[in-house]
Structures are given as C-alpha cells and as structure tokens.
C-alpha cells in the first residue's frame, strides 16, 4: 500500500513533539476523517530555524506530516508559503489515491502556523 | 522481518485448512465434469456435488432441498433481501438493524430509495437489539425481517430466538445474516425459526468465493440472475465445483470442532481483552458476554486505527480496524457509530479476531507488543487526556 | 469400463490445466489474506490481485481499470443487462438475438415482464445474424444491443464488428457475451467496438465458478448487488482469490496459444464432420465456415440425442446434445428451433466440442464408434426414412 | 442419473423390433418432447404370448419399453390392463424424478395395442 519512504516516515518520524519555545504553532483538521495536527516553528530572520510535529491521525497522516518538518527546515518563510501538500505527497514517493485527503493537513498546518507568526510579528510591530 | 507472525483477523478471512484443499484438488483436474452433463464424467460431479450439498445440510440441520450454493455471503444476502422484495408484490416494509453488514445496510438502503420502506431498527450501548423493537416495527407490509446472527465488528450476538419467534407469530419471512457465526457456534434452525440463513465458506477455513444459502423448505422468493437454472434457479451459473466441495468439508469439520474450539476461543479472547484493558485508555467494544467466541474489539484512545495495525503488522500482527482510514472512506464504521462512541473513539478501534490456529503464545506476544505500539503513536499525538 | 476416454465436452466444460492450478495453489493456505485488510497478509493478496487484473487486461487489449472479476460468464452477462436497465430512466428497448445462451435471454424475458421492450433478432438457418436487422431494430428507446460472440450449441460466430459499428454509430451500448470465444479465438475490442465482454475462466481450462466483465472505461452501469464495495462496487463480495488468479493465468496462456491451436482444432474439426457427415441421414447444424474452431453439431435422423449420449458415453466418449430430455426439459434447445430444424432433428442433435488434449486419435475413436451406435439406435426406432 | 438396471434395459433393450404376425399395435407418443413408441403384441386365449416394441426417445424411454414387454409377456390382457406406467417405473428400480414424464408412454402403448385388439375382436366377431 504505502511505498518504503512513507513507511520509514511513519515508523521512524522525524522532529516529532513539541517545541517549548516555539515562535508559533499552526493547527489543522479533518472535521470528518478527525485527522488532527500542531506544527511547531521556531524562526530566525524570517527563516524556519527548527520546526517539530504531532498528528493524530493515519500512516500517511503521520508520515506526510514528519515529511514536512523535514521539507521546510532551513527555508524562508516565503519559500515555505509556497510548499504545498502536493509536494509532502511527492516527496514521499507517492501515496495511495484513497490516502491522498490524508496528506492534505501537512501543509495546511504549516501555512497556519506561519500565519500566526506574522501576525504576532504584526501586533509586536504595532506594539 | 519480525521473529513471528500472528494472524488475528479471521474475521476478515481464513486459510483453507489442509482436509478442506485435499478434498478440493480432485475437482479441478481430474473430477473435471460440468455437473449438468449427461456423460459419466458430469455425473460423477453431480454426484459430489449433491454430496456436499447432504453434508452442508446434516452440519447446519437441514434437509439438502433446502441448500443453495452461491458465491459468498454477500451474494446469499442479495439474493434473499432482493428476491423477497421482487416476490412481493408493490412496494413493502422490511425491518432491519443499523448495523447489519453492508451486503444488508446497502441493499436495504437501495430498496428505500426504490420505493420500500425500511426501518433500521437502533442497537444499545453494546450492539444489542431488543427484541421488543423489532415487535414494535412491525406493519401490514412488513414482508422481511433480517436480523444479523453476530456482528462482524464488535462480534455482539443478537437475540434470535426471540426474533424469530416474533416473526413466526406475524408470519413475516425471517433472515439472518450468520456468516460470521456459522462453524463457530451451534445454529439451531429450529430454535431460531430462521427462513433464510446467509453463510461463507472462508470464514470458516474454507475457500474464498463461495457461500450458501438455507431456504426454508416452502418459503419462495423470486431469482434475481436468470441462466441454465442451476440451483434451483435461485443461483443460475455452473456450479463452482471445487468451491462447493471445499465449503462443505471446512462446514462438517469446523462444526464437529465446535463444542472443543468454544471454550478454547473464549479463554483466549478473554485473556486477551483482561490484558488489553490493562492499558490506560483502552476501551472495549460491543458486549462483556454475548459475544462471538474470537473476538475482540478495543478502542486506543487518542491513536487512529489504521496507524495502529501499521504499527501492529511491523511486528507480525495481522488485525483490522473500524476506523475511516483503514477502508479508505472517511467516516468511521457505521457500527461504531450505531453504539454510541464518539468519532475519536471509534477512529481508534481495533478488532482482534481469534481463530484456528491462535495460541496462548500469540495472546503473550500480542499484549507484549501492543502497549509499546500505543504509547509510541500517543507521543506522536496532539491530543491529550484531559485529566 | 472402456478402454479410452474421449473428452469432446469442452464448450460445457474444461479441465483446470496443470500451471493454472500451480498459480491457484499459493492462494489456498499460505497467501489467504483478504485483499481488503491493511495489514502484509492482505495486502500481498491484494497485489495479487491486482496483477491478475492486468493479466487478463492485456490478454484482452483493455486496460486493468475496465476489468470486473464475477462469479461466471451467468453473473457477467446478468450484472450488464440488468446494471444497464437499473440504469436507464424508465423502460426502454433492448436488441439481442434469439439464439442467445438463457444467462441473457432470459434476463431479457425477465425484463420485458418488468416492462421494457425487447427485440429477439432472428438468425438463418446457419444461425447467423444479419447485421442489417439490428439497425433496423434500433429505436430512440433502445439503451443496450447484446449479441453473443459465439453460439454454445452450434459455433456459429455472429458478424459483431459490424454491428459493433450500428451500436457506435446510433450510440448505443454494445455488449457481447464472449464466453464461448474468449481464448479460442483472437478479440479485438477496438475492432468490434463492444463496452461490455462477458467471459467464463472453465471454458479455457481455468477453474469453475469465476468470470470476468470488460467494461469500456466511462460507460457506467448500476450495480447489483451491495456489499463491500470490492470490484469497483459493481461486483461486492470478497475476492475468490484463487480463482482470479487462476483465471489470470488460464487467460494468458490461452490466448498465447491461440495463432497455434486455431489450425490444429480446425482440422480436427473438420476431419470430425467430414467423417460423420459419411453416415446415413446425418445433417451438420450451424454455420460450414463461421464457426468455434473447436465445434462440431450434427443431427442423427430418426433417434433422439440424449440416448446418442448414454451410447456414446458407454465407449468412453463425452459429448453433448440440444435434446429436450438431456436437459431435462421437454422443448428442444431454442437455438435448433431458431435455426429451423424441426422437432425430430433437434432431438437428435449431439455437439462435439473440441479442446485441448484432444488428438487425431480421438477423432478417429470416436469416427469408429458413432457408426454402431447410431445404427443400434436406427434399429430401435420406430421412424422410418421414407425414401 | 439412471441405475443399472434402467442402463441395462437401455444397453441390452428386450424383445426389439416388429412383429411381423402381430395381432395388434400400439402407438403412441409425446407431441412436446417427440417420443414416439410402437408396441406389437401377439394374442392367444386373452394371453399375450409375445409382445416387442420400438421407441424413438431417451434411455428411459427405451429402457421403460424394453422393462415394459418384459412385464407383459404371458399376462391375460386384462391384467395387461391393469399395468400403469408407474409400475414399468417402479420395475426399473426407479426414474430420475426429471425423467418420469419419459416412461409415460410404455404403459400408455400397451393399452392402445390391447385396445386396438379388442376392436379387431370385435369387428371379427360381428362380421
Ligand atoms: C456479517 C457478514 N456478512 C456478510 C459478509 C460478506 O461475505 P463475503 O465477503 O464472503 O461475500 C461478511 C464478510 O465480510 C460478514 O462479516
Ligand atoms: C455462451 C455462454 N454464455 C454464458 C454461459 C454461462 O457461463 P457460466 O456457466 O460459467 O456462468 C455459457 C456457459 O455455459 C455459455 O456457453
């Protein structure tokens, strides 16, 4: 069903947790499929210094998401708006058409959470 | 890739068991004949053929005239719910449980949107229907009842005695859906008053692609596929020859074992359950006691289905799941739904289902492996316990 | 009881060959997992599976996503007719043939009861069709024209490129059960423009009780049954594993052989007719060039088929007939009717169906044998030849 | 489908043929199915002293007329009479229940030859 790169992913995951110190953290949903995630940045001159996971959710839920993480460090958050779920689902090789809707929350999270940090940048520029 | 492997999900299928393929070879090769052939090489098949058909029928108390042969439970389903509905004349009433098996649900549901009225009768907390209900449902059309012996989920038995009595009183056809039950406990047709009675062979160690069907001496529904008649026209197609032969040895000998495997079952799966609840946040699904002898049904709070049985397969455990995305649609079982649990709950249910060849070593193994499985997707994910 | 067995059965049924049942076997005890479940066990049964499909895609000239395994050529060739009426709005007219096998004929009779109009194009005496009655057949109202590729009882093999044109051209659905061709003959779906190819893997040595259906991709259909939504839901139930597999492999080798056997059938065949046609009052029935490489069926005058057959198989010879009383029926088979035999000659219709293994040996057993038989019968009867 | 003693009777069919000193004959025979028998009987003192057939149908149309001459040989005719085509069947150690309609016709052209006899008599007793 999944090919060996997402079955690494979901077996051995990379940054998962939290991130104590993060800058922002994005959520994302699945109202029906209940797939759940936080992602967690940490950003350095407008670039993604670290960045870490939690998904609730299937085997392309969790290896989508730990693809991400891996995709998006090291990136401006420019570079990063522009990564799209398509790109976690090729990145991995591929996933199952069924399995497609559950690689969609990845890149939402993402975009969430930079989002949220622009506008914390925002209120502390206002502020 | 792991020391051991541990099939746990017999209620999805089950191997062919050595007696049941010796007893098929013969009949692919050698015993070739169509059984409607005139020539001694037809006859001697149509010969084996009414044999298995007298020795499914001795297994499940019933007299040959009253076997059909068909492609699986699914197709016996289909054939019963669909030809009383075309025997019947207009449009009718047919009473139902909300968690029948989808080859029930759905063509009930598209007999609805024909112009049949349904009702799809509610389970409580553990999948149980009561009986009182089904009394209650009853109308001047009610033309079928179809009641599921065992449900494939949660492994919850409904009260069919009771059912069908009730039936028997209005004089309404009775169905039950017992292919989850057949070869792994007793059936008594006359107690349960059945008309019809759905079964197949690969859940009880016989051969994908075939099942059967009781009809009740006298009872008459109209054919759905019309063809050279075979099965008393109610299944036309040449007969699946080995199929029919290796569904009915792995019937003869899974209901002799049946007094023995009971209670070797039950001890396991109890066992098991004992240890899984062990588990923090580890609820189980469908009924304490009225439950089908191999199986078991839990929910991992927290963790998703489908990424537990990943993980489970990474260490040689073979187990299903009632979540979304181990079926590739995106609501979880409408079993899970039907007895109350919420989506989280139900997205992270698990079925163990024992069968033949399950030891006390696979029950160790398994309770060994599980709680590292669980706490690893746990700290994958966001959700927490709130206390 | 005799010292040779002559197998010239094959348009009835055929032996599963040696690397058919070898591909089979694998799926009986080891790899028996339900293509369904996520887990190794399933999910190696489902590339199985999945390989079968491209199998019996590419022997075919279709691609995986059009092929539909089915229980049989039956269930094929009822999910089409009856998935497409479900499908269309209202009644509407259908175009078949008179000499169609009963698993569509009688699904169309079934129909035209239901309500829609049926056509029962007639064919000449050879039993073809002229492909000019099936355009002027045509009606706003027709939805489906279904004709059979090749006759079971007599060979002949219908015109269908050009009335796969009509159909294209009046744009109407084109389905043709193949059952008796598929793996005897080379077919080319594109050249006979069909959306619908129902074929049966017993009939080119691949095991009973498992078919499949070509459905041109984008052509849509109701299905059926309900279930678990396996094959594309137009066929639910769990997969007969080894038995699509099996047909996979029976498939392949078949129409690999095919450019091969077509010559070595054919001279069987004719040396067959040939040689009874040299008997007194005996009649070849069916098409002298269009038809199965591997069908003989000639009428006896004066004696009735099914005691041709006991006769027959007392020497070791396994034949067929149209007879009523070989069927158990009390009419002639409809097809020797349609081709304007009168009763006493369909009566004594007997069909010798050749297939692989049989030899020149066997032609010249049987050409040794039919003469006494045929004379003992002559001398019972009490039907004179006038001349 | 058949028993040995129908096969038998179908292999090794008793008393075939005509009569050609025959002194009367039944015929009969099923429109729908097209079985056809001819029954010769030879008469002496109200007895049948020989009796032979011929049958167009299946085997159990020719294993009943060869059963068929066998019962009625050497009875009075009005024992003849009594004969019914399920005796001829019950003779034959039974019929695939598909078949019975087949053996209808022995009894059936027995009593046609019996009856023709009788007129004969009849006819010669009055002239
Ligand atoms: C309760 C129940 N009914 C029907 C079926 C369908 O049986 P099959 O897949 O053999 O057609 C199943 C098995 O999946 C089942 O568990
Ligand atoms: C032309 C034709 N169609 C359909 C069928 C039915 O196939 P099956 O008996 O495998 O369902 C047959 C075989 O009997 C056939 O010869």
């Known amino acids: 069903m999944y090919n060996e790169k997402v079955v690494d992913h979901f077996n051995n995951p990379r940054n998962v947790g939290d991130l104590p110190d993060a800058d922002a953290v994005g959520e994302t949903g699945s109202f029906k499929c209940g797939d759940t995630m936080k992602l967690y940045i940490k950003v350095k001159d407008e670039r993604i210094v670290d960045v870490s996971f939690q998904t609730y959710g299937c085997g392309a839920a969790i290896a989508s998401s730990s693809m991400l993480t891996e995709i998006v460090k090291g990136k401006t958050l420019d570079e990063a708006m522009q990564v799209t779920n398509q790109d976690v689902a090729e990145q991995l090789g591929g996933l199952p058409p069924l ?3 559950c690689s969609n929350l990845a890149a939402d999270a993402l975009h969430n959470a930079i989002a949220e940090y622009r506008k914390k940048q925002e209120v502390a520029g206002k502020g | 890739m792991n020391s051991r492997e541990v099939y746990m999900d017999h209620g999805a299928t089950t191997p062919v068991r050595e007696e049941v393929l010796e007893a098929m070879l013969p009949f692919f090769k050698e015993q070739y004949g169509n059984p409607s052939s005139v020539h001694s090489k037809g006859r001697e098949v149509r010969n084996a053929v009414e044999e298995a058909r007298e020795k499914t ?15 699986g439970g699914t197709e016996s389903n289909n054939i019963v719910l669909r030809g009383a509905a075309k025997k019947h004349e207009g449009f009718g009433h047919i009473i139902t449980s909300a968690i029948e098996h989808h080859a029930v649900l759905d063509v009930c549901r598209d007999l609805e949107k024909e112009g049949h009225r349904v009702t799809f009768l509610p389970v409580d907390k553990y999948g149980r229907l009561d009986p009182s209900t089904v009394e209650d449902a009853i109308t001047p059309e009610t033309f079928i009842i179809s009641i599921m012996a065992a449900n494939n989920e949660i492994g919850t038995l409904q009260p069919l005695e009771e059912i069908g009595a009730i039936a028997a009183k209005h004089n309404i056809i009775f169905h039950t859906d017992a292919v989850q039950v057949v070869g792994q406990l007793p059936v008594d047709l006359k107690k349960m008053q059945v008309d019809f009675l759905s079964l197949s062979a690969h859940k009880f160690n016989g051969p994908k692609g075939v099942g059967a069907l009781y009809k009740r001496k006298g009872i008459k529904i109209d054919p759905l596929y019309r ?6 026209k109610l299944r036309p197609g040449t007969e699946n020859v080995p199929g029919v032969i290796g569904l009915a040895r792995a019937l003869e000998l899974s209901v002799e074992e049946i007094p023995h495997k009971i209670n070797t079952l039950q001890s396991l799966r109890d066992k098991l359950i004992e240890g899984l609840l062990k588990i923090d946040e580890v609820v189980l699904n469908g009924h304490p006691e009225e439950r089908l ?6 929910s991992f709070k927290y963790i998703e289905g489908e990424a537990i049985l990943l993980s489970l397969d990474m260490e040689g455990i073979a187990a299903s799941s009632g979540s979304a995305c181990s079926s590739g649609s995106l609501d979880p079982s409408h079993v899970l739904s039907a007895i109350g649990l919420d989506h989280q709950t139900a997205h992270g249910s698990v079925r163990f289902s024992l069968g033949r060849g399950n030891s006390e070593t696979d029950i160790d193994y398994v309770l060994e492996k599980v709680p590292a499985v669980v706490d ?12």
Chains 1, 4 share one sequence.
């Open chain 2, 293 to 298: 002898p191999g199986n078991v049904n839990v």
């Open chain 2, 57 to 71: 029928a001795s297994a499940l108390g019933a007299s040959p005239g009253e076997i059909y042969f068909t492609s």
């Open chain 2, 376 to 387: 690893r997707l746990r700290r994958i994910s966001p959700i927490r316990r709130s206390g």
């Open chain 2, 227 to 232: 063809g050279g008649g075979q099965e008393g």
């Open chain 1, 99 to 101: 399995k497609l809707h």
